[in-house]
């Protein structure tokens, strides 16, 4: 069995290798997004029916699938060049599980 898509103009192809080819953390997703209301929507979406939450916006989807849902601002606070903003900012996130788009711009401002 295998399934194949297209992921924002990717191929993806997976195949059902059988139980010698678990899925694992070498494979995951990332969701970028631009408000809470993203981070809320496809945090709760991918838990919703079996998923369970890890640190720092990963969690794995009920088929076992890994994920990262990630607010933009953590991306440019630690694309940055403020060095004290970063720190303060991955202190922040790496206490969360779903990542808060306030408490981190808070971070980032000191």
């Known amino acids: 069995m295998a399934a194949s898509a297209t992921i924002m103009g990717q191929d993806f192809m997976a195949i059902n290798g059988g ?9 995951s997703f ?3 997004c631009d ?14 029916g079996g998923g369970k939450p890890s640190q720092c916006g990963w969690l794995k989807d009920r088929f076992g699938v890994s994920w990262q ?8 606070v630690m694309g ?4 004290a903003a970063r720190e303060r900012v991955t202190a922040a996130f790496m206490s ?3 990542l808060d788009v306030a408490a981190l ?3 980032a401002a000191g």
Do not use: C, R
């Not at 940055?80 to 060095?83: A, P, T, Y």
């Open 69 to 76: 849902v990630v607010p933009t601002i953590l991306e440019q």
């Open 19 to 27: 139980p010698m080819f678990p899925q694992t953390e070498a494979v």
């Open 35 to 48: 408000t809470q209301e993203e981070v809320d929507h496809y945090w709760d979406s991918l838990l919703a």
């Open 96 to 98: 969360m599980q779903k």
């Open 30 to 32: 990332q969701i970028h």
């Open 80 to 83: 940055g060049g403020d060095n």
């Open 105 to 107: 711009k808070a971070a």
